[in-house]
């Protein structure tokens, strides 16, 4: 089964500092894409920094970069100089790209708040 | 060019009626997903159409449960003889192709009283 875990429920920051968000997968195939989204209180869904598999090189998304580990099956996000429009909640999420399949699958979620 | 809509952003339904959630994907794109987001879980996929085509409804209940994703306008997704159950937030995505990042709409939140 192809899971996503997010072992950090709750977090927070002070403004203008970093914070670090953890994501572990789980899957059998080799190529696929990694994705953090952003779902602030009004709920939309934003994407916010996507990593493809086969890259060595970690995406980056000027204040959002991520550590992607792939033997380690390991995808956090970096937040650096946060903001205070920063807090929601962040999901990381990931989808093969082998097989067909079309589906994301999500983590539970990291909530975020930055505080003044 | 506008994003991913739905309508309507909340929906309220008495158990036993019908719902229904509109979704027109980004311009440009045939592929449309549909996700489901129960409180406080992340986001769970239902269904994956392209036009006129089902892909994918691994995620869909058997029952009560339907979607569709006409020629000419939006995708809709049905549920009849609603449960407080299906009381939950529903997001439509969309991609211009396979294997492409999804963009998400705003979500329908659905309250099933």
């Known amino acids: 089964a192809q899971t996503v875990t997010q072992s950090q429920p709750e977090m927070s920051v002070q403004e203008a500092e970093t914070v670090t968000l953890s994501c572990t997968y789980d899957?059998?195939?080799?190529?696929?894409?990694l994705f953090w989204y952003k779902q602030p209180p009004s709920r939309q869904m934003i994407l916010v920094i996507r990593?493809?598999?086969?890259?060595?090189q970690n995406a980056t998304e000027n204040r959002f970069s991520v550590n992607f580990q792939k033997a380690a099956k390991s995808f956090s996000l970096k937040i650096s100089d946060s903001q205070l429009g920063d807090t929601a909640m962040y999901f990381c999420?990931?989808?093969?790209?082998?097989?067909?399949?079309?589906?994301?699958?999500f983590g539970k979620g990291t909530k975020l708040t930055v505080n003044p | 060019n506008a994003g991913v809509m739905q309508n309507p952003r909340h929906l309220v339904r008495r158990r036993g009626q019908e719902a229904r959630l509109r979704c027109s994907p980004m311009?440009?794109?045939?592929?449309v997903y549909w996700y489901r987001q129960l409180p406080e879980e992340g986001l769970k996929f239902m269904v994956y159409?392209?036009?006129?085509?089902?892909?994918?409804e691994s995620g869909m209940p058997k029952e009560r449960f339907s979607a569709e994703f006409p020629k000419e306008g939006p995708s809709i997704l049905r549920i009849q003889q609603v449960v407080r159950g299906d009381s939950a937030a529903y997001f439509c995505?969309?991609?211009?192709?396979?294997?492409?990042?999804?963009?998400f709409g705003p979500g329908t939140r659905l309250l099933v009283l």
């Open positions: 995505a969309s991609s211009p192709v396979k294997q492409e990042t999804q963009y």
């Open positions: 990593q493809e598999a086969y890259k060595q």
């Open positions: 159409l392209q036009k006129e085509n089902i892909i994918d």
């Open positions: 999420a990931f989808i093969p790209t082998q097989g067909g399949s079309e589906k994301l699958v």
């Open positions: 311009k440009g794109h045939s592929h």
């Open positions: 899957t059998s195939e080799n190529n696929y894409y």
